[in-house]
């Protein structure tokens, strides 16, 4: 202000006026002019994350394939009506932590009112007197003066709109921001308009979640699910959840010695750094559209939130195709907010002059490579991937390995272009087959029948095993047409060599002595009193960590290795000695039996195990149960493959057609066992009432300290049902609960026998 000004300013204070000014409803619409649908979104999952929600819900409501509301549901701490009153006055601010991803005090009417004429949010809290409930109501239309205000709805009102459409969830406290007479979606006179309009949103909102919120649902901090609701038949969709999209998630560096840290000084010398990265040539983006070259740049993470999810070069670098395998991330603390200034809508950040400087000015301390050092190191990554060179790309596989291998396959050979990806998969076959070569369902079939001499279809073995066969024989699936004979007797020679291996001690053949010579058997059967023989090899020496590793699975390991016995039954039939048959059954000794043999950890409790003798005679020999014993029928062990592939139990309940208790009753019966699908109330005090997120944390911890056997002493600890802190462990997105091969082949086990009484072999 000039001294002029300011000296009327003091000499006329006595004669002036002060003129309110409250703010028009109106002003609300030119509030968040920088948001996107998507990142609208992800500044309310933002307050809800503030909130310690770890799950969010986003509810596409639809009416004749029109988008009509959405919903954005979370189970965090909620709000009382004072607290969300402060929320929905514009520029409110409460006060932020370092860890928290508001800043402005604008996200939620912004956000909101960018893309909605009305909001609505309906809140929970825990009280004594259990959940409390509150709601109100912010649309411009709605105001008797034209001022900006809100309108408080009434208990019973605020009570069913929270509850509406969630009828079958626990109880819990929570938040759900409303979206009504949204301001721009797809009304199009043709239902298939509408409805392509909203697949694109549909994945244009996951695909900006899953970049934005990466870390944290890699973390297993946060899970995010977005399903449809069909207002008029009043039932939702199967919730998706939204998959992590990791911007640097390759597994081999385009360069040796990257990534590497970058260090810097500001002017008041305090430090900075930033992670630089040189991708490999040949890998894939999953989850991010476009061209590889639209992503290099800069990405800024806050408390490991994605800010830029458009990276650029914040005016340090031009963006060019020779550069597409730069990218670098920086990590934005509170000391450096002077410098680098998130934008209002958090989808975007400015760096000021003395960073930008420190920036590019940057070195590592180690090698001395400075910022401009590593662009080039990036650019020379490109071009030599652009020489001729001799690598020979393999056809695309689409699933049937770990993502990661996959993904690094495709980084170390690259992908064949003008095929159809193939597929590996395991499958009972042949038992006279390791694998098959199937062109007209593109796949190479791996034989199930020998899959637990590999330790499991989901075994470092199995894999290796499946990765060779698949490079064997890669090639065969660039042909349209069956394969050659040639190359049909060259895939069964190495069948045939790969059965010998598996099973060296009878001659390559799983459960028959095909080809056995005639004048053995009849020498055999001879000096036979029964028509059953047994023969065992009790040798047993240290035990390696293989043994020990499939030690859990009677087919385990291979006959022939090293500290296990295998027991071979001959049947003869008398009238075709011929085709006299064996069944070959490995026994295994208890943990007792061998010295310094350690059980390995797993969500079992040892009281749960026990012990029975099978057979008669000295031949006997002890028979383990291991883990609950008791039988699944064919939905439970749906559910529990479902939980195996990561789903949470409202994931699985729309899959399977099912409500979320049954899919919990299913997942605690096959995980911890019958104890843990108690639900009787009386002996909780606290049953029904609302979990608070220190309540979450604390059962988790619980659980983690003290393994599954303490479910029911945590059920006792905290008042509630040991079938509700099942569920709560079963459905957290930490997925506390493990389900290692151990479990795994118990749970199956059960499901197939589906007999209380059954046993499962020593060792199983």
Not at 238 to 253: A, C, H, K, M, T
Not at 320 to 336: C, Q, Y
Request: aromatic fraction near 6%; charge should be negative; hydrophobic fraction near 40%.
């Amino acid at each position: 202000m000039p001294l002029t000004s300011r000296r009327a300013r003091r000499a006329d204070a006595s004669a002036e006026s002060w003129v309110s000014l409250p703010a028009s409803a109106d002003v609300l619409h030119a509030l968040g002019g920088g948001h996107s649908f998507e990142s609208a979104l992800a500044d309310i999952i933002d307050n809800s994350i503030d909130a310690r929600a770890s799950r969010v819900g986003v509810r596409f409501i639809l009416e004749d394939a029109r988008l009509i509301a959405v919903q954005i549901r979370d189970d965090g701490t909620g709000m009382s009506q004072e607290s969300l009153t402060d929320a929905l006055r514009l520029g409110g601010r409460r006060d932020y932590s370092s860890t928290d991803l508001g800043h402005f005090g604008i996200g939620l009417k912004a956000a909101s009112m960018r893309h909605a004429n009305r909001l609505t949010v309906y809140t929970a809290i825990n009280d004594d007197a259990g959940l409390s409930v509150a709601a109100a109501t912010l649309d411009p239309s709605d105001s008797p003066d034209g001022t900006l205000g809100i309108r408080v709805l009434e208990r019973r009102r605020a009570e069913f709109g929270y509850a509406y459409g969630y009828e079958s969830d626990p109880s819990e406290s929570g938040t759900i921001i409303e979206w009504t007479e949204l301001r721009a979606t797809s009304d199009a006179a043709a239902l298939e308009t509408r409805q392509e309009w909203l697949d694109h949103r549909l994945e244009t909102t996951r695909a900006f979640l899953g970049l934005a919120f990466h870390r944290m649902l890699e973390a297993g901090d946060l899970r995010i699910e977005i399903d449809v609701f069909d207002a008029a038949g009043l039932f939702a969709g199967i919730p998706r959840r939204v998959e992590p999209v990791n911007p640097f998630g390759y597994q081999l560096s385009g360069r040796t010695g990257y990534p590497r840290i970058l260090s810097g000084r500001l002017p008041d010398e305090s430090e900075i750094s930033a992670v630089c990265h040189v991708l490999p040539p040949k890998g894939i983006d999953r989850g991010l559209p476009g061209k590889r070259e639209d992503w290099q740049g800069i990405y800024v993470y806050r408390n490991d939130r994605l800010l830029t999810v458009e990276p650029d070069w914040m005016g340090l670098a031009v963006a060019k195709s020779e550069l597409r395998l730069a990218r670098m991330s920086i990590e934005l603390t509170d000391e450096l907010l002077p410098f680098v200034k998130p934008n209002p809508e958090k989808n975007g950040v400015e760096f000021n002059p003395a960073y930008a400087n420190a920036l590019q000015a940057s070195v590592d301390p180690v090698s001395n490579i400075a910022f401009e050092d590593y662009l080039d190191h990036a650019r020379s990554a490109w071009k030599e991937s652009t020489k001729r060179t001799t690598d020979k790309p393999l056809t695309e596989i689409a699933e049937g390995l770990p993502a990661r291998l996959l993904q690094q396959i495709g980084e170390s050979f690259g992908w064949r272009t003008g095929h159809d990806p193939a597929s590996i998969v395991w499958e009972k076959i042949s038992e006279d087959e390791v694998f098959r070569v199937d062109l007209d369902r593109r796949m190479l079939v791996m034989n199930s029948t020998h899959v637990d001499l590999l330790g499991g279809e989901d075994s470092a073995q199995a894999s290796a095993i499946s990765i060779l066969l698949y490079l064997l024989v890669e090639s065969n699936f660039t042909r349209s047409s069956h394969l050659r004979s040639t190359t049909r007797d060259h895939l069964e020679q190495i069948d045939d060599l790969l059965l010998t291996a598996l099973y060296p001690a009878v001659g390559g053949r799983a459960s028959t002595f095909r080809g056995f010579p005639t004048d053995a058997l009849t020498k055999l059967r001879a000096a036979l009193t029964s028509s059953v023989v047994s023969v065992a090899t009790p040798h047993w020496g240290q035990e390696s960590q293989d043994s020990a590793d499939m030690r859990d699975d009677p087919v385990a390991t291979p006959a022939g290795h090293d500290g296990n016995a295998f027991e071979i039954t001959l049947l003869v039939n008398e009238d075709d000695p011929e085709g006299a048959e064996s069944a070959i059954v490995p026994v295994l000794p208890t943990a007792d039996e061998v010295p310094g043999a350690a059980t390995e950890p797993s969500v079992f409790t040892q009281q749960e195990n026990s012990t029975v003798a099978v057979g008669t005679g000295p031949a006997a020999r002890p028979e383990r149960r291991l883990g609950p014993s008791d039988p699944l029928d064919a939905d439970d062990l749906a559910a529990f493959e479902a939980y195996c592939d990561g789903a949470g139990i409202g994931e699985i309940a729309a899959e399977l057609g099912r409500d979320k208790s049954s899919v919990a009753r299913s997942l605690a019966l096959a995980v911890f066992g019958s104890k843990a699908v108690d639900d009787d109330a009386s002996l909780a005090p606290f049953h029904g009432l609302p979990y608070t997120p220190d309540e979450r944390d604390r059962i988790i911890a619980a659980y983690r300290s003290s393994g599954s056997d303490s479910v029911v002493g945590i059920a006792r600890d905290n008042g509630r049902t040991p079938l509700a802190i099942a569920w709560l462990l079963l459905d957290s997105p930490k997925r506390p609960v493990a389900v290692d091969k151990r479990v795994r082949k118990n749970v199956r086990r059960r499901a197939v026998g589906s007999d209380a009484n059954a046993v499962v072999p020593q060792g199983a």
